[in-house]
């Protein structure tokens, strides 16, 4: 995928997503409390899935935003690898971990290339 294509999807991730939210107000399962400060271990695991995948969100089977933008990146062909947290035994720790490496702990958070490019 060339610069002017993970552009687009950012543009059009980051619109939807404003749409969505000023038509959306029952997010409150896709928020959590403030960051905890976790092991560096959940960190290292965190860091390895956004480093390992070219689109890495992660996600919650619960949050009508996170189905949103898997539908979006769907639609639009785009291949994803996608951490639901709210499956994992550990879950709660990673979302801790992740918030601590991005500053917020709302769900969904996508990740092109390592770069994060859509926060709620």
Known sequence: MFVGGI????????????????????FENCVT???VPESDKLLQ?????????????FSKTTCPFCNKVKALLSSMGIQFTVLELDTL???PQMQ?????????????Q???RGQHCWRL
């Not at 801790?96 to 969904?108: I, L, T």
Request: proline share 4%; net charge negative; hydrophobic share 45%.
């Open 110 to 112: 996508v990740f092109i």
């Open 45 to 57: 695991e965190v860091d390895n899935y956004i480093r390992s995948n070219d689109v890495m969100i």
């Open 96 to 108: 801790k971990a992740m918030a601590e490496r991005v500053g917020r702990s709302s769900v969904p």
């Open 7 to 26: 552009i687009r999807i950012f543009v059009s991730i980051s619109t939807y997503f404003f749409q969505l939210a000023d038509s959306f107000h029952a």
């Open 89 to 91: 035994e550990n879950g």
């Open 33 to 35: 409390m403030a960051p």
